[in-house]
């Protein structure tokens, strides 16, 4: 299983950018997907899930209202669109997928098997 992030880039303050995440070698079909963000010198943070079902969304606090995380019909990609992004959305974006995460570990790291190689979001103030 592969994933393969992009998207990201430098875009200024109060912009708007849309994620990518492809797999490989599977679907997301009955996989719990989520996108996970590093800052430097800080630790990786939950940023949204999707839950296996695909019906339930969970984001982190500050992120709510401003991003949404989505799946294709064909479950071979995962998106996270962001919306009204300021300088402390800045970080490389992971996304992440397993088959065995439950409802309660869905912001938890190590609860997922496979990431992505990240992507870099930048925002200018």
């Known amino acids: 299983v592969q994933l393969q992030a992009c998207g990201g880039g430098l875009v200024q303050a109060g912009g708007s950018l849309r994620l990518s995440c492809a797999v490989s070698?599977?679907?997301?079909?009955?996989?719990?997907v989520a996108w996970f963000r590093q800052a430097p010198g800080k630790e990786r943070d939950f940023v949204a899930a999707?839950?296996?079902?695909?019906?339930?969304?969970f984001y982190t606090d500050s992120v709510k209202d401003r991003f949404t995380i989505s799946v294709d019909n064909a479950k071979t990609t995962v998106y996270l669109q962001m919306h009204s992004l300021g300088p402390e959305d800045t970080a490389k974006y992971y996304c992440?997928?397993?088959?065995?995460?439950?409802?309660?570990?869905?912001?938890?790291?190590?609860?997922?098997?496979?990431w992505g190689q990240g992507t870099q979001v930048t925002v200018s103030s």
């Open positions: 992440s997928t397993s088959p065995s995460v439950i409802q309660s570990n869905l912001a938890s790291q190590t609860a997922y098997a496979y």
């Open positions: 070698g599977r679907t997301f079909r009955n996989n719990a």
């Open positions: 999707l839950s296996r079902s695909g019906h339930r969304p």
